[in-house]
């Protein structure tokens, strides 16, 4: 099976401080998706971003930001000065490329508090 | 737009009992996927499903569990027979048809629980 791997099981910060969650993924594919869904505590799964192989650009939305390399496997996401609305478990996951659908391979999630 | 809809949110059934759980997907979304998160697991896909046809089952157990998406209605994930193992968050999700994006929106998921 072709994992995605989120090493970091738990991190906790004070607000305002930057936090970085790591995602490496395996894949055989050419072509392939990655993304990140964040889970607050209410329990429903919110998408954040959506990044393809062949488009290496890192990518800003406010305070998040994805760093993604293809010669490490890696995608990972920082938040800048991070507030406490900003606590959730944080997935990590992947898809084959090739068509438009097919099923999500997901992180085994990274739970970040953020202390006031 | 209304987003997927899920039903129950919870559902609480005996060792034994039979679990039906509903997803209706997006407005113009023809593809449903099946998502079971574990307690302290991540997400494992199940199934995935147009409109009267399986696409994909790999993730689905052998026994006790189906999945039907009919041409009118929501998508069933049917669990029969249920054991305190299938207690667990089950998350439906849509994509809408070829050609426009390809995520996936999920629906707030439906708790089930096994006592």
């Known amino acids: 099976a072709q994992k995605v791997t989120q090493a970091q099981t738990e991190i906790s910060v004070v607000e305002k401080e930057d936090v970085t969650l790591d995602c490496v993924y395996e894949?055989?594919?050419?072509?392939?998706?990655l993304f990140w869904y964040k889970q607050p505590p209410s329990g429903e799964l919110v998408f954040l971003i959506r990044?393809?192989?062949?488009?290496?650009q890192n990518e800003i939305s406010g305070r998040y930001s994805w760093n993604f390399q293809k010669s490490t496997s890696s995608f990972n996401f920082t938040i800048t000065a991070s507030q406490v609305v900003d606590s959730a478990v944080y997935f990590c996951?992947?898809?084959?490329?090739?068509?438009?659908?097919?099923?999500?391979?997901f992180g085994q999630g990274t739970i970040l508090t953020v202390h006031p | 737009n209304a987003g997927v809809m899920q039903n129950p949110r919870h559902l609480v059934r005996r060792r034994g009992q039979e679990a039906r759980l509903r997803c209706s997907p997006m407005?113009?979304?023809?593809?449903v996927y099946w998502y079971r998160q574990l307690p302290e697991e991540g997400l494992k896909f199940m199934v995935y499903?147009?409109?009267?046809?399986?696409?994909?089952e790999s993730g689905m157990p052998k026994e006790r569990f189906s999945a039907e998406f009919p041409k009118e209605g929501p998508s069933i994930l049917r669990i029969q027979q249920v054991v305190r193992g299938d207690s667990a968050a089950y998350f439906c999700?849509?994509?809408?048809?070829?050609?426009?994006?390809?995520?996936?929106?999920f629906g707030p998921g439906t708790r089930l629980t096994v006592t």
């Open positions: 999700a849509s994509s809408p048809p070829r050609g426009a994006s390809y995520e996936q929106y």
């Open positions: 894949t055989r594919d050419t072509t392939y998706y």
């Open positions: 990044r393809n192989s062949f488009d290496e």
């Open positions: 996951a992947r898809r084959a490329g090739g068509t438009s659908y097919g099923k999500l391979t």
């Open positions: 407005k113009g979304h023809s593809h």
């Open positions: 499903l147009q409109k009267e046809n399986i696409i994909d």
